[in-house]
């Protein structure tokens, strides 16, 4: 069984955009700070909490250490940091009055004035002994994380900028947010909470309120809202959520929920709606469905051959007797291939788990899961397909070498690590090759839960030559993260306003969320633009580029010095053998050498039959050797015993041939590359038979032998000659 559960310790990081100085010179007269020209002395009067004095007497604060703060160190603190420290008072953070932000979080403060500090946009002051918190003096504040306190009272009526509240695990009874029109966050979990009225809140798009004593909640002026964590709540049964049709998450477990209609909820990923009375269960509207929890409820009958992307369903203790996972093929694959366990201790039944590792901030989304009652009658006889993954979408004007693939992109954090050595494992990866340049990279990333399958998360291939998604990128760097304990948080609602939120992958949402948390990616779109302006492009291929800045901003935002360098693999380590390589292992995008035909090969497109590969084409890479002198580019090569039609001569796939002097181009080539032969100076002699050929690149023969003679077939001389085949 798995646990209803949620994680609760969420952190923020912040980039604040920070405007002119203004320089203040200030003393304290009684409470009040009155403007004045003085400094500040750094003493226990002016700061009596002794770790608090110590960390204002810090270069940060106290630039020119001479124990007083002047006007312009003063005008220069926009933001403080002193979490975790056993503060009990922040007396004198009011001399700051161009503060911004405050960190302050896990401290022992039972009491906290930040009535003079008015520029305030952000505090951080969970995990302390605070009773109340007045925030009316801070108009500008737009963040406020207050959880983990003892709050019996916050008030947020004078603070109309404020967008994300987060104070889960206090005793506050009551809370007012009629006056935030801004406001998209709201965490209140286990507040003791009697009612919450989110009516005047048309951005939220996230809201949790699960452990309160809600009775009724009326969420239909929230048309954005994408998160509602509502379970607990025993007396609030059913609540309507059509107005809701963006909704992804959807947790209302033991709410005495008698019925549940998620039928405009098209874009409804995860559903918790176990320990209820429930009894018809209608999620033939929700194909983005990957996460069901439906247990203890008295459904009499669970279809879900609608929602084909399913990989997790928990729904033991119902009245249904039978059910079809046919339609659901991660669900069959979890049944036969997952590891069984009985669920004795909560049910009458087993389940089954596959795990592909990672952590489980977010609650079990990375494994696949199925559990149900063993009264019940399964049939698990497939009937759809896994749903075939597109390729990763090229940006235009990109070149194929500015483009990283699977295994470049592990390789690289591998050689970062220093290439450790992985010893005598293997990979459970069937298209690794055994002794490949990539082979330790990969199994090193399997080692420590970085890698996943590819093209499903659970697939026994890892993808070698497909190019890497920018979501598969992001979930590689978060994983990472993880092994290098990294800053690994995540800030719900960091990816929502961006104009492709929609088509981040439901496995990928967590890791574009924390890399737009962190700005490890900040979209695609106008310099400066805000995010209803760019584009995640998760779906996209992601470039060298994207990658540099990627890793950059990793070891910034994580005080790292590390000198960023994405390799370039070359040369025959890139190339698999023809001798070695397995029909299971090919794939599109695959490089194979052949010393028979002394070429270097792309497979570019595979022919089926039956579900069997009968060829496709290739593409031309380049010579088994730059000294070559005479080379012939064959009609096809065979691979796996399979004919592939030599299609393409790919771009500078000659370069370097110095002592190159003939060529014949087979009867497939459609096209010659850009700079193809460019500076092989002593070709003198192109035979040319393919009849086939649609275009010659810009510069393919630039720096040939001017004394050069080109054979084309007859029936295609005329044509062939308008083709620029001298530049």
């Not at 403060?109 to 930040?114: Q, T």
């Not at 609540?239 to 209609?261: E, H, M, P, R, V």
């Not at 788990?353 to 049939?379: H, M, P, Q, R, W």
């Not at 779109?525 to 805000?530: N, T, Y």
Request: net charge positive; aromatic share 10%.
């Amino acid at each position: 069984m798995v646990l209803i559960k949620k994680d609760i310790t969420l952190r923020l990081f912040v980039c604040f955009l920070i405007g002119l100085f203004t320089l203040c010179i200030g003393t304290i007269s009684s409470s009040k700070v009155v403007f004045a020209n003085s400094s500040v002395v750094i003493n226990e009067t002016n700061f009596p909490d002794p770790i608090f004095r110590k960390v204002i007497s810090g270069r940060d604060y106290d630039r020119d250490g001479n124990g007083t703060l002047d006007s312009k160190e003063i005008g220069l603190t926009i933001n403080i940091y002193c979490e975790g420290m056993g503060i009990k008072s922040l007396k004198g953070v009011e001399y700051f009055t161009d503060l911004q932000g405050l960190w302050c979080m896990d401290n022992e403060i039972e009491s906290l004035d930040i009535s003079n500090n008015k520029d305030l946009r952000g505090l951080w002051c969970s995990g302390n002994k605070l009773t109340s918190l007045d925030l009316t003096p801070n108009p500008e504040l737009l963040w406020v994380y207050c959880y983990d306190c003892k709050l019996t009272s916050l008030n947020v009526s004078n603070n109309p900028k404020m967008a994300f509240i987060e104070c889960n695990t206090n005793p506050l009874k009551t809370l007012d947010v009629s006056h935030n029109p801004e406001l998209e966050h709201l965490t209140c979990g286990t507040c003791e909470l009697s009612s919450l009225d989110v009516s005047n809140n048309p951005k939220l798009a996230h809201l949790d309120a699960f452990r309160n004593e809600l009775k009724t909640l009326d969420v239909t002026h929230n048309p954005k809202l994408k998160r509602l964590d509502i379970w607990d709540n025993p007396g609030l049964g059913s609540i309507d959520i059509s107005k809701n049709q963006g909704l992804q998450f959807y947790n209302c477990a033991n709410n005495g929920a008698t019925s549940i209609n998620v039928k405009s909820n098209p874009e409804l990923q995860k559903l918790i709606c176990s320990y209820n009375q429930i009894k018809e269960l209608d999620v033939t509207s929700n194909p983005k469905l990957v996460y069901l929890d439906c247990a203890v409820n008295k459904i009499a009958k669970l279809d879900i051959s609608k929602n084909i992307k399913l990989y997790f369903l928990q729904a033991f203790t119902n009245r249904f007797t039978s059910l079809d996972i046919g339609y659901n093929p991660f669900l069959v694959k979890t049944y036969k291939e997952g590891v069984k366990k009985s669920e004795a201790a909560v049910c009458k039944g087993h389940s089954w788990t596959i795990e592909f590792g990672g952590e489980t901030s977010t609650g079990e989304d990375n494994i696949y899961f199925l559990c149900f009652d063993d009264a019940v009658k399964l049939s698990s006889k497939l009937k759809a397909k896994t749903p075939v993954r597109a390729k990763a979408v090229i940006p235009k004007g990109v070149s194929q070498s500015d483009l990283i693939t699977r295994e470049l992109a592990i390789y690289t954090l591998y050689k970062l690590e220093g290439c450790p050595s992985v010893g005598k494992e293997k990979s459970k990866f069937k298209d690794v090759i055994k002794g490949e340049w990539y082979e330790n990279a990969i199994i090193w990333g399997e080692k420590n839960k970085i890698c996943i399958g590819y093209p499903d998360i659970s697939s026994d291939t890892f993808g070698v030559g497909e190019m890497i998604e920018r979501q598969d990128l992001a979930l590689m760097l978060m994983r990472y993260s993880e092994f290098k304990n990294y800053k690994r948080s995540i800030d719900f609602g960091r990816a929502d306003d961006f104009i492709d939120y929609y088509d981040i992958d439901y496995y990928a949402w967590e890791a574009v969320t924390w890399a737009a948390t962190w700005q490890i990616m900040i979209g695609k779109g106008k310099v400066d633009a805000p995010k209803e302006e760019r584009k995640i492009e998760p779906h996209v291929a992601a470039t060298r580029k994207d990658f540099e800045e990627m890793l950059t901003r990793l070891f910034e935002v994580n005080n790292v010095n590390a000198k960023v360098s994405i390799p370039q693999v070359s040369g025959t380590e890139k190339y698999i053998s023809i001798k070695k390589v397995k029909q299971s292992q090919l794939t599109a995008g695959l490089n194979i050498s052949d010393k028979k035909t002394f070429g270097k090969y792309k497979i570019t497109k595979f022919t089926k039959k039956a579900g069997k590969k009968t060829g496709g084409t290739v593409t031309y890479m380049g010579p088994y050797n730059k000294k070559c002198t005479k080379v012939t580019i064959p009609k096809t090569v065979k691979i796996c015993g399979v004919k592939y039609k030599v299609t393409v001569i790919n771009e500078k796939a000659f370069v370097g041939c110095k002592k190159l002097a003939k060529v014949i181009i087979g009867e497939n080539v459609t096209r010659i590359g850009k700079e193809a032969f460019s500076g092989c100076g002593k070709l003198k002699k192109i035979v040319v038979k393919t009849k086939k050929l649609k275009g010659v690149g810009k510069n393919a023969f630039k720096g040939i032998n001017p004394k050069a003679k080109f054979a084309f077939p007859k029936k295609k001389r005329k044509v062939y000659k308008k083709y620029k085949w001298r530049n």
